[in-house]
Nanobody
Framework: QVQLVESGGGLVEAGDSLRLSCAAS????????MGWFRQAPGKEREFVSA????????YHADSVKGRFTISRNNAKNTVYLQMNSLKPEDTAVYYC??????????????????WGQGTQVTVSS
């Protein structure tokens, strides 16, 4: 069982930066691939970024490439999403997710089994 708790969301202006954190419970965090997804009002949840168990494989959605960076610290059981040059269209609830322990990064939310409660990111224009 893995429990995920996101933090770091907030209200910022366009062009600002935020860093989201996702703290995971359990001693086997390093086995899990981790992902970030987001859901804007009235829209379906979409993929943002993913990272493999080792950090060796990383994916980003085209909409955030060059602006967002995913990273992880297995010693701290934490995955991060550094978000730079934020745009109003980045406004959404951001969710952290962990797979079942397979460890391979995936863009498909169906590959993720554990989800956090989400953190709101609002970017004003």
């Amino acid at each position: 069982q893995v429990q995920l708790v996101e933090s770091g969301g907030g209200l910022v202006e366009a062009g600002d930066s935020l860093r989201l954190s996702c703290a995971a419970s359990g001693r086997t965090f390093s086995r899990y691939a981790m992902g970030w997804f987001r859901q804007a009002p009235g829209k379906e949840r979409e993929f943002v970024s993913a990272i493999s168990w080792s950090g060796g494989t990383i994916y980003h959605a085209d909409s955030v490439k060059g602006r967002f960076t995913i990273s992880r610290n297995n010693a701290k059981n934490t995955v991060y999403l550094q978000m730079n040059s934020l745009k109003p269209e980045d406004t959404a609830v951001y969710y952290c997710a962990a797979d079942r322990g397979v460890g391979y990064a995936s863009k498909n939310q169906l590959d993720y089994h554990y989800w956090g409660q989400g953190t709101q990111v609002t970017v004003s224009s």
